[in-house]
């Protein structure tokens, strides 16, 4: 298995169904059950637009912060633009801007081929404090 997949996981990601599809440069891809998921109408919940957007962007901050630092979400955006209708959503993380202490990473979000969700995270790296 590829190590970078491990960057999708954690508790949370497993317990919400989240599988990791693809692990690239810049880029990180998954798929998230609707069932499960729903909030009480029975449409994916809003909050796990949230969750793959901050989630994928922060393993693709992960692969790109320096050893010494850790990635720490300063400013997270989602816009929810339709409801999902299919089984699961995809969604799609890439890098749009990065320095050397910061990463912009923005999410989109299918069902089916329909965008249903998009957003950003931003990252920043700091000294970690133990």
């Not at 300063?74 to 050397?100: I, N």
Request: glycine share 14%; charged share 15%.
């Amino acid at each position: 298995m590829n190590t970078h997949l491990k960057l999708g996981g954690g508790a949370l990601a497993e317990k919400l169904g989240l599988t990791i599809t693809h692990v690239g440069d810049g880029t990180m891809e998954g798929t998230l059950p609707v069932e499960g998921n729903t909030q009480p109408y029975g449409l994916l919940h809003g909050g796990m637009n949230g969750f793959l957007v901050e989630h994928l962007a922060s393993g693709i901050a992960m692969m790109h912060c320096p050893p010494d630092l850790a990635p720490v979400g300063t400013d997270l955006h989602v816009s929810h633009v339709s409801p999902a209708t299919t089984d699961s959503v995809r969604a799609v993380g890439s890098v749009v801007s990065k320095s050397a202490g910061t990463i912009w990473v923005k999410v989109e979000i299918y069902s089916g081929e329909r965008l249903t969700a998009f957003g950003s995270l931003t990252v920043r790296f700091v000294k970690p404090r133990l």
